[in-house]
């Protein structure tokens, strides 16, 4: 390739046209990148390999695709994710030239990068080398601006608003978006901002990669944007295709059918009951959901090699090309699947390693999949509702067009979900209180955060309630407070709810008000759900089980309905707090049964465990 030196918007296509010609006829941009670049970096010095990671070729096509508008990679860990832009970018500079801007979630990065890792693959390979200008004119050649014959490359951090919303150019490269700057008063987010440059520019490209971290992160609500494809890759014993996916639990993706799970020996575990790491590593393995056959790590590479990839949106935007992959995929050594087994095992020690390892490794948002593994477990336990003792609740979650409710029964601190749904009256919720023939003690309503008014709340369980003297007591109103506030309890000790001195007033502002009040019992919510994450989980000696015919998909993912989130307060304390992992995510159900845990413990029926050492406490953080 020889050195171009055009002045004019001609001269410089003829000489693009000149160098071009000894390229071979029909190369695909893989094959181009994997005979022309070579990597000049510590940790990848060589040539532009695509062995063992086939799955990049389509990737680097859509570089040349007119038709693609909007590319998004959700990829994992060491998956080649950057170098794949590096090529597809240097591929553009001599074949598709134009104006480049690389966004990265800082200036300091920008800089680091681009002086680590692009720039020496620009020099170390012989087509773009021929490019950099020297002499008078190598001062266009500098760390954040890149002058290579018609192609300018920019590097900003995305905490530089001037240099993201100056100058257009036809492709822009976003890369670790969840990290970026979100932009304040008066200044749109640095994804926007870079967006806009793209504007009136004839086939722009807005590449868009990124870690995932929450459901409602940017990336990953871009990748429900597109397309979502998926890499699909054969089985070496039958051919039956297959996606990667650590477990059931584990994936935030519907279950297909066609996954092959991560499995290894089970009985690998020392006489003290934990793991050995070791013979883990040896006995990881993937599980082909056809034939059952067991596949081993060495055979990846083959399998990558005749993988493809495969849409799984029904409806997408035109030109929006999305594509998840996590590093089950990659075939370096430290994502073979026994490393990932005993990383995984490692990291379930705490809550920030579990997340850290969905979020990497998985390349999936974390929605606190820690909490699912026992579903199984937990709707094949029992306790008997018509045992001796057994006590039945009902729990009821108010909302502005209907009512969520929760049956459980209670035997010696075990409990059972035994009914669960939605209603649309109070009369229903009368009707399924006398179906279980539950007491008017046994009813919990919910006056908190919700679209019922409170007084339509007080005045209907006055309503269901005896008169106790000045009061009424029967249905059980209630009002969930934020945080683990604890206060001193009937009979001693320290408890998380108190009821209110003087009781509300149910029938304010009617002929009814004054002559009595009912009773109203705050609770610490956090508390309480610190409690039901730990019994989900099945630690300590209580049972608590879903029937069959509760656990439905709507049950579980009400119940997977918040998250906790590390928040950092007033005088820089760090805080637990459990959050909705997204706005449209429901979590009604989820509040029934943190009620349920409320009367259980309010009435005698369950004993709540020490405060100190519960999840979400300083003693208990480091989960």
Do not use: M
């Given at each position: 390739m020889r050195k171009l030196t055009c002045a004019g918007p001609e001269a410089v296509d003829r000489a693009w046209r000149a160098g071009m010609a000894d390229v071979p006829t029909g190369e695909t941009v893989a094959q181009w990148c994997a005979r022309s670049l070579r990597f000049d970096e510590s940790s990848n010095h060589g040539p532009f390999e695509l062995a063992g990671h086939e799955y990049i070729a389509d990737v680097l096509e859509d570089f040349a695709r007119t038709d693609v508008q909007d590319e998004v990679l959700v990829w994992g860990s060491q998956t080649r994710k950057t170098g794949t832009l590096m090529g597809g970018v240097a591929w553009c500079i001599l074949h598709d030239p134009c104006g480049f801007l690389w966004v990265m979630p800082s200036l300091g990065l920008a800089r680091r990068f681009s002086r680590q890792r692009f720039a020496r693959m620009l020099r170390r390979s012989e087509p773009t080398a021929a490019l950099i200008p020297h002499g008078a004119g190598r001062h266009e050649f500098s760390m954040l601006e890149m002058v290579l014959q018609a192609s300018t490359i920019n590097f900003v951090g995305s905490n530089s608003p001037a240099n993201l919303s100056s100058n257009p150019c036809r492709r822009i490269v976003l890369d670790e978006v969840d990290k970026f700057d979100t932009g304040g008063a008066g200044e749109a987010d640095a994804v926007s901002l870079a967006e806009q440059r793209t504007k009136d520019q004839p086939s722009p490209q807005r590449w868009k990669t990124s870690t995932p971290t929450t459901a409602e992160g940017l990336i990953w609500r871009e990748f429900e944007l597109g397309d979502q494809r998926r890499y699909l890759l054969p089985c070496p014993h039958c051919g039956g295709e297959m996606l990667l996916a650590w477990s059931k639990q584990y994936t935030v993706f519907p279950l297909r059918g066609d996954e092959g799970f991560v499995s290894w020996d089970q009985t690998a575990k020392r006489s003290d009951g934990s793991w050995d790491l070791d013979l883990v590593e040896r006995s990881a393995h993937v599980v082909c959901p056809h034939c059952r056959g067991l596949i081993r790590d060495i055979q990846k590479p083959g399998m990558i090699a005749r993988g493809r990839w495969q849409a799984t949106a029904s409806q997408s935007a035109a030109g929006f090309v999305s594509r998840h992959l996590s590093s089950l995929y990659a075939p370096g050594p430290e994502t073979a699947?026994?490393?990932?087994?005993?990383?995984?095992?490692?990291?379930?020690?705490?809550?920030?390693?579990?997340?850290?390892?969905?979020?990497?490794?998985?390349?999936?948002?974390?929605?606190?999949?820690?909490?699912?593994?026992?579903?199984?477990?937990?709707?094949?336990?029992?306790?008997?509702?018509?045992?001796?003792?057994?006590?039945?609740?009902?729990?009821?979650?108010?909302?502005?067009?209907?009512?969520?409710?929760?049956?459980?029964?209670?035997?010696?601190?075990?409990?059972?979900?035994?009914?669960?749904?939605?209603?649309?009256?109070?009369?229903?919720?009368?009707?399924?209180?006398?179906?279980?023939?539950?007491?008017?003690?046994?009813?919990?309503?919910?006056?908190?955060?919700?679209?019922r008014s409170d007084k339509e709340v007080y005045s209907h369980c006055a309503q269901h309630a005896e008169t106790a003297g000045s009061w009424r007591v029967g249905w059980l109103s209630t009002k969930g407070l934020p945080g683990r506030e604890l206060w001193p309890g009937r009979h001693g000790g320290m408890v998380p709810w108190t009821e209110t001195k003087d009781g509300v007033e149910p029938f304010w502002g009617t002929s009814l008000a004054g002559r009595f009040r009912i009773p109203l019992l705050r609770f610490s919510a956090d508390w309480f759900k610190d409690v039901l994450s730990d019994l989900r989980r099945q630690k300590g000696p209580h049972k608590w089980s879903v029937r069959p015919e509760v656990a439905t998909e709507t049950y579980w993912k009400h119940l997977d309905g918040e998250t906790l989130v590390l928040k950092t307060h007033h005088r820089g304390r760090a805080r637990w707090t459990w959050e909705l992992r997204h706005k449209r995510w429901p979590n009604h159900l989820l509040d029934c049964e943190v009620l349920q845990l409320l009367g259980a413990a309010y009435v005698g029926l369950f004993e709540m465990p020490d405060a100190v050492g519960m999840p979400g406490t300083p003693a208990d953080r480091g989960r």
């Open positions: 699947w026994g490393r990932l087994a005993v990383k995984f095992l490692q990291s379930k020690a705490t809550l920030a390693g579990i997340h850290a390892f969905v979020n990497g490794c998985l390349a999936e948002p974390f929605v606190r999949q820690d909490i699912g593994r026992e579903r199984y477990e937990l709707v094949t336990q029992r306790v008997p509702a018509d045992a001796s003792g057994a006590v039945k609740l009902l729990t009821v979650d108010c909302q502005h067009d209907c009512f969520w409710f929760v049956v459980r029964v209670w035997l010696a601190g075990d409990s059972e979900a035994i009914d669960a749904g939605r209603l649309t009256t109070w009369e229903e919720i009368e009707a399924k209180q006398a179906e279980h023939g539950i007491p008017n003690a046994g009813v919990l309503v919910d006056s908190g955060f919700g679209a």
